[in-house]
């Protein structure tokens, strides 16, 4: 065995990344075992996990491995390429094979690997290496032979942390794009789920897979998905996130415009309404869009409860979401220039508890409000087993030690944690994150004009996400434009049953999901099976 090591040089002009790869892009394996391995080792560089192993196939043919030790699985490598391609099976042995005869032998007879391909490209072959597989460089063969041997440490699929459930699956996807993929396969047993592959960032190289029905998902949105993806140029996608900052329609906007998920179960069910699902390798969440608003007050667990449960729920979530982004907006201008819309008993405790507080009500609720951000914050980033404890014990001493000192007033407490306690109820970070951001902005406009500055701020938010698209489709649809169609999963959650059609904003190729007899049977009175005054007779 015989370890090659490549000596060290200085590089006085060193290129910029991937331009020498350019360069070379047309370069390719000619059969010259020794020039060939030169020519990789110069466009991979020094490295000291980089092993260049020389050895004899059938003991009579020159060949050479290259691979990165630490990404390789050790065991495939000495099982599945090294064992057989040292030990001579019997047509080696009864004549000198050359060319695509040696080629066929390897590749169809020897190699006990389930991923094994040929490479004439030498930048391809790059990065393959890079990608972490083996390739293997004959003499006398014109065609470099690549085996999958990659090895990345993984983890099983766990409940995910950022979509809490009830009743349903408590599975999550993680960083692995080939087990995500699985997940979902897993759930969407049919032959008309496609997957196209493709490869994002110069330097990353980052695998993305673009997930539809066929049949379902029109045509002219999974175009335009994929042209989108093929238009980003960047060194580096390592999240998701990189993505959705891409592909989004309007980049100034505080709403998200595309929905992310770390469960597999909600990506087979926007898939099964005709949206697209967008999978990154390294992450362990997924890209669903287009996204509408109602989106981000929905979760799984709707849809595994029965309906009336589930549209209360609903609704409490959208009370929760109105309350907490208007009402402090709202308490400041009623207390800075309309207090007389408070009723008289109401406006003496009001009085009292604000006696002796030296700031306006508008730098109150600011100042509050900015102390519950940096309350959540830093119980975001703590340790778990103390950012519990902090967030409770912060709250508390922080809430009481404001009231003592004078700095606020204890309505003005009750207002923001009733505000923070509904902005938790958004299902969706990213939303509730908005949906702050804008409240800061309510407020200081509510401090300023009063009732006045509430409603136009409201009427700009509103002409905003009117405006708003995600891939062609209205945000707030389907409540503008009305579809009372849709609105049987907007604000409410009507009986499964009854939902027979498919979003028809996404405009799906087949809109039907429900099966007219289905539909027809659930119109139709239950039968008495074991009613004991009428009970039903078996034919």
């Known amino acids: 065995m015989t370890i090659w090591r490549r000596a060290k040089k200085t590089l006085t002009n060193p290129l910029p990344p991937d331009e020498a790869l350019r360069q070379h892009r047309n370069r390719k394996f000619d059969g010259q075992v020794q020039k060939s391995v030169r020519f990789i080792e110069e466009m991979l560089g020094e490295n000291d996990d980089l092993v260049i192993r020389s050895f004899r196939i059938f003991h009579v043919y020159d060949a050479v491995a290259i691979y990165f030790a630490n990404i390789v699985n050790r065991e495939t490598s000495n099982e599945a390429i090294f064992r057989p391609l040292m030990k001579p099976p019997s047509t080696a042995a009864r004549s000198r094979l050359r060319g695509r005869a040696l080629r066929e032998v390897i590749v169809k007879e020897v190699l006990h690997h389930e991923e094994v391909y040929l490479r004439k490209d030498l930048i391809k072959v790059v990065e393959d290496i890079l990608r972490g ?309 309510l407020t200081i406009l509510a401090g300023l004009f009063g009732l006045y500055g509430v409603v136009v701020g409201l009427i700009l938010v509103s002409n905003h996400m009117l405006s708003l698209r995600s891939f062609g489709i209205p945000y707030l649809s389907p409540v503008v434009p009305l579809n009372w169609e849709g609105l049987k999963d907007a604000l409410i959650r009507a009986p499964l049953w009854s939902m027979w059609r498919r979003p028809k904003q996404l405009n799906p190729v087949d809109h039907r999901r429900l099966s007219p007899d289905t539909l027809q049977k659930m119109m139709e009175p239950r039968s008495h099976t074991l009613d004991p005054v009428k009970p039903r007779r078996l034919k």
């Open 133 to 441: 597989n083996t390739v293997v460089l004959v003499q006398h063969c014109d065609e470099v032979i690549v085996i999958a041997t990659r090895r990345v440490p993984q983890r099983n699929p766990d409940q995910p942390e950022t979509e809490q459930v009830i009743r349903g699956a408590r599975d999550g996807f993680v960083e692995q794009l080939s087990t995500n993929i699985t997940l979902l396969r897993y759930r969407l047993q049919t032959p008309n789920l496609r997957v196209k592959m493709m490869t994002i960032g110069q330097l990353t190289k980052t695998k993305v897979a673009v997930c539809y029905i066929e049949g379902v998902a029109r045509p002219v949105l999974v175009q335009e998905v994929l042209d989108r993806l093929k238009s980003i140029e960047t060194d580096s996608v390592l999240d998701a996130g990189t993505l959705e900052q891409f592909i989004e329609d309007n980049h100034w906007s505080p709403f998200p415009q595309v929905q992310n998920s770390e469960r597999p179960d909600k990506c087979v069910a926007s898939l099964l309404e005709g949206r697209v699902v967008i999978l990154t390798d390294a992450t362990p969440f997924s890209l669903i869009v287009p996204a509408v608003f109602v989106q981000f007050n929905q979760t799984m667990d709707d849809y595994s409860e029965r309906w009336l449960m589930s549209s209360l729920i609903r609704f409490v979530r959208l009370v929760a979401l109105i309350f907490s982004f208007i009402f402090p907006s709202l308490y400041v201008a009623i207390i800075a220039f309309n207090p007389e819309l408070i009723p008289t008993k109401f406006a003496v405790a009001v009085a009292g508890g604000r006696a002796g507080v030296p700031f306006p009500a508008v730098i109150e609720v600011l100042l509050m409000e900015v102390s519950m951000e940096v309350l959540r914050e830093a119980t975001l980033r703590l340790p778990q087993q103390v950012g519990g404890a902090l967030s409770i014990v912060g709250v508390l001493i922080i809430g009481q030690a404001a009231v003592a000192a004078g700095f606020a007033s204890p309505i003005t407490v009750v207002i923001i944690a009733l505000t923070t306690i509904g902005s938790f109820a958004t299902p969706a970070y990213n939303a509730a994150i908005a949906l702050r951001i804008l409240r800061f902005v």
